[in-house]
């Protein structure tokens, strides 16, 4: 019996660029050496939890496991209740990671130093086309992470289905530069399969602040490729600095606004694609939203109405898919997406449900009742973005202890803010909780900048954060570009406080620090603090105009 296979790589040449690492190429025979070299020292277990973060070892870790018949497994966090989870789905599951400091709770495998051997005979590997690529795993309603299987086949198809839409079968050897992570199923897609199954090359690194991308797109030759998402490119575009051409930019994990998009492209002067598609079904559409709001599906892809909703199948989607999001069709093979569905949460590119969080906050012990909800975006503060907040009765628990029990079990970024602690939840004769009613509490809370329902004391203070033109840290962060690093900020942040609340912050810790805007020299800074509570102390600094950072204080080890 035949078996149907495909190639690992599309590069024909021993000698063709694979990826550019530190600045410097790496060719395909070095790459598929580098492959067999950690395929014979893996562990034998079948399922792998592959967290490096230096993009050449996390796509050499999955060429070697797609070589030795392995299955990588990709969550959409790792978090010790997520981990725990994936440890009962796949008992022999390890994890192999780049970091020596790792803290997954995995037995664990350190991605080896690779010797440069003698070449061996130039031979692409052809992979299965049913062979178990990867389970990608999403949350629903219930709190366990359900499993979805990708095949190798039907992922080559997405993606070279794909590559087409981009314009990337060009024959010119493209370079991929992307700020998003590869173990995300967008990044997977876009930034590490897209230059394997079209012989374009992929850069190793994954910059993160504006001038670390500029850095990235500059060290990489052209054509080059921007793999981002929406909140990326705005804080880009905010930053106002020059970056390198760019021939094409990518966004996805988030919806595009058309007036970011057209700002975009006028600011690089290039072509800006976004895609569309989930963790289940993979990218099965792509539109420049700058000149439409029409997508376009995939090649075979098609939507079906069915029962009050869509479903996507055909082409590599690998079963009949409900999707969530609310859907018009407009052709065969065009359609307009009008909106999440209720049910759906995306934050910072991060998807959940209300149900899955709603279950992990009422699993803590101590919690009576409890229930994620959205404030509206007139009450955040005009930025017009709709913000997670709580409610909760737990009379034993402290705000700071619900956050570290939450912290455990559901991604950061879902981090209730602010998290209210109420004697009862105002549920109406049926049960429900009324939206007006929610809201209600988050005014209340913002307008006390404290914790409604118990009566607790918002100690708040506001003074101004000095932090000179001259500071040293601006010399090397960046040369040229100016900006004061976050530790730096943090660092000023913590002093100020312990000044201005005559305490010693040695018994406190930070649970979160969120870094919103970049600091140039001669920006004028306000610290706001306030303690709702005798464990909590939370920190907005301000410049004139914007928030640049938030975070919180807790006491305890």
């Known amino acids: 019996m035949s078996v149907d296979t495909s190639p690992l ?32 020292r893996l562990p034998a277990a079948v399922h792998v939890l592959n967290v490096c973060v230096d993009r050449y070892q996390f796509t050499v870790g999955l060429a070697a496991c797609l070589m030795t018949g392995r299955v990588s497994l990709l969550p959409s966090t790792h978090t010790p209740e997520v981990i725990r989870q994936l440890a009962q789905f796949a008992p022999d599951v390890f994890c192999l990671t780049d970091a020596r400091a790792c803290a997954i709770d995995l037995p664990r495998f350190e991605f ?22 990867a389970i990608v795993f999403t949350s629903g309603s219930t709190g366990t992470p359900l499993p979805y299987k990708k095949t190798w086949g039907k992922l080559a198809r997405c993606v070279l289905d794909g590559a087409a839409r981009l314009g990337l079968l060009d024959g010119r050897s493209h370079t991929l530069i992307g700020t998003v992570p590869a173990q995300h199923m967008y990044g997977l897609e876009s930034t590490v399969l897209l230059a394997l199954l079209t012989g374009n090359a992929f850069s190793a690194e994954r910059p ?4 670390d991308v500029c850095a990235a797109v500059a060290a990489a030759p052209r054509p080059r490729v921007l793999i981002s998402t929406p909140v990326h490119l705005r804080t880009i575009l905010a930053a106002g600095i020059d970056v390198p051409p760019i021939e094409l930019i990518v966004s996805a994990t988030a919806p595009l606004a058309q007036s970011l998009a057209r700002d975009v492209e006028s600011k690089f002067q290039t072509r800006l694609l976004e895609i569309y598609g989930s963790t289940e079904t993979g990218q099965i559409a792509t539109r420049r939203t700058a000149l439409s709001p029409t997508w376009r599906l995939w090649p075979n892809v098609r939507l079906i109405a069915r029962d009050d909703q869509m479903f996507a199948q055909g082409g590599h989607v690998e079963q009949m898919t409900a999707m969530c999001d609310v859907i018009e069709i407009t052709g065969d093979e065009e359609f307009l997406l009008h909106g999440r569905t209720a049910d759906l949460v995306n934050v910072a590119g991060k998807r959940s449900s209300f149900g899955y969080l709603n279950t992990q906050l009422n699993a803590i012990p101590g919690v009576v009742d409890g229930a994620f909800f959205l404030r509206d975006a007139d009450i955040t503060g005009g930025t017009g973005v709709a913000r997670l907040a709580a409610a909760v009765v737990a009379p034993s628990l402290s705000a700071a202890q619900l956050t570290d029990q939450l912290r455990q079990r559901i991604d950061p970024v879902f981090l209730p803010r602010p998290l209210l602690l109420l004697d009862q939840l105002p549920r109406n004769a049926t049960g429900k909780l009324p939206h007006q009613a929610l809201q209600s509490l988050a005014e209340r809370h913002l307008r006390t900048n404290g914790e409604p329902g118990r009566g607790v004391p918002v100690q708040a203070s506001r003074s101004e954060l000095r932090i000179g033109e001259d500071h040293a840290s601006f010399a090397g962060h960046f040369p040229g570009f100016p900006i004061l690093p976050g530790a730096v900020l943090l660092n000023e942040v913590l002093h100020e406080i312990e000044r201005c609340r005559s305490i010693d912050l040695r018994q406190w810790r930070v649970a979160s620090a969120k870094f919103l805007e970049i600091v140039r020299p001669g920006d004028t800074l306000t610290l706001e603090h306030s303690a709702p509570n005798d464990a909590t102390i939370s920190f907005v600094i301000r410049t004139a105009s914007r928030a640049v950072a938030s975070g919180t204080l807790v006491h305890g080890a």
Not at 28 to 34: M, P, Q, S, T
Not at 112 to 133: H, S
Not at 208 to 211: D, E, G, K, R
């Open 208 to 211: 993160f602040y504006p001038a």
């Open 9 to 40: 790589l599309a590069h024909e040449s021993p000698a063709a660029i694979v990826a550019y690492r530190e600045g410097l190429p790496i060719d395909a025979r070095r790459f598929l050496a580098d492959a067999v070299q950690l395929a014979e």
């Open 112 to 133: 080896p130093e690779l010797a440069q051997g003698p070449e061996v005979a130039w031979k692409i590997p052809r992979i299965p086309t049913l062979q178990l690529a």
